[in-house]
């Protein structure tokens, strides 16, 4: 046998070998090929982990949120959408809550003075305790109300003109 086949770490043995006239990288093993369907389902597998990491953060951010704006001086309740660009917002300002009319101007309707809505609009929960018929008849008489105040106010305010003219 030869010094290179011996040894092949010498120098100059990386070359081809003296016997048979092979060399070293066709003696070596080729890696077998995976296959497609193996390649497929690791890069699903990579999508869906990504995936779920992405919504993970996205959760963690919002429940941060959420922590800090209980602290915030300004919050936004919650509100209707009337239609196209219209709604009817009920806004937290310091200790006061007013609901306001957001369209092509934002104006404010009403501030809600009356302590146990005021709760209920902070703690975020409807009212259950009231049932289906008479909520109909709850409901048209507060907004009765409301409109009454609404109107009173606007009159104070020197408001109560028509408008038309603007």
Sequence with gaps: MSECAKNPGIDGCSEE???GGESRGENEEQPAAEPLWWSATKLILALVFVLGLIYG???FIQKKNNLFSNTRQMQ?????????????QAVKIGG???????????EMLTEITDEETRKQLL??????SVDNENSGKQFHQLFDKQLSLMKENRMRNGRGKDHTDE
């Design 57 to 59: 953060v996205l959760k």
């Design 96 to 106: 006061h809550v007013y609901i306001i009319g957001v369209g092509d101007t934002v």
């Design 76 to 88: 936004n309740l919650g509100g209707v959408p009337l239609g196209q660009n219209r709604s009817v």
């Design 17 to 19: 070998g003296e016997e």
């Design 123 to 128: 703690s975020g929960e409807p009212d259950h």
